[in-house]
């Protein structure tokens, strides 16, 4: 194979503020994700790892220290494993590669694959903060989770309107505004959730499903009675509102 990749290049050519984001199939006949750069393209693994690497022997290098810990949660708190810097550091520069993969995926509208993607590098900030040795790496990467957690929200939304469950949707805006709540309740900063640019962008989305939400059973019954009013279908009127009136009680 020759090492120039310009026929690849010419054949895929980048064009700035459009989607350039592809699936293609690799030489081993397993999916791959590709991102066409202005320089170039990065290509990464669909599943498991982006890199395709197995460190230890494990899909990635979290899986593999949340067993180590996991196993060390026998020994005396003394002897419990702790996350050095250099190792802190690793997780956080696999997390890049997770990053890149979900925000292609978001682009070509797989869902769930950013679903997959985010709620892993949580896990990364779990770890971070429950055992890294130093307080540095305890926080460094907490102020992205408001970020994940939107993504994350967002990705489960859109799968819901993409299955026609415009209720789910909402459900799943709400749940991912919560917990972007709880997180700034708990650092002491509850008024950060207000500028938060995250809950601003969920509010967004959720505001646009408003519309295709289902009305409940009194909102039914209020356009029919007014409908019967501007008929002047006063029998109809009638019977409306006498059931209004039992769906209150």
């Not at 509010?203 to 909102?219: F, H, T, V, W």
Request: overall charge negative.
């Amino acid at each position: 194979m020759p090492d120039d990749i310009s026929d690849i290049l010419n054949g895929w050519p980048f064009t700035p503020g459009q989607p350039n984001v592809r699936i293609i199939t690799g030489t081993d006949g397993e999916p791959r994700v590709q991102i066409r750069l202005d320089l170039g393209v990065l290509q990464m693994f669909a599943d498991g790892r982006p890199d395709g690497q197995n460190p230890h022997g494990c899909e990635s290098l979290l899986e593999y220290f949340e067993g180590v810990i996991e196993d060390s949660q026998e020994q005396p708190e003394s002897e419990r494993l702790k996350l050095s810097s250099e190792e802190c550091q690793l997780l956080r520069d696999e997390a890049v590669q997770y990053y890149h993969r979900y925000m292609a995926l978001l682009v070509i509208e797989d869902f769930d694959g950013v679903v997959r993607d985010t709620t892993r590098n949580l896990r990364v900030f779990d770890l971070c903060a429950e055992h890294a040795e130093s307080q540095e790496d305890k926080e460094s990467l907490q102020q992205y989770r408001p970020y994940v957690m939107m993504v994350r929200a967002r990705a489960q939304a859109s799968q819901a309107v993409k299955d026609n469950e415009p209720k789910a949707a909402v459900i799943a805006l709400d749940s991912g505004m919560d917990q972007i709540k709880h997180f700034f309740t708990t650092l002491g900063t509850p008024q950060a959730f207000d500028e938060s640019q995250e809950v601003e962008m969920l509010r967004g989305i959720r505001d646009a499903l408003a519309p295709k939400l289902p009305k409940s059973q009194r909102g039914e019954l209020k356009d029919r009675l007014q409908k019967a009013i501007d008929d002047e279908n006063y029998e109809l009127a009638a019977i409306l509102r006498d059931e209004l009136k039992n769906l209150k009680d």
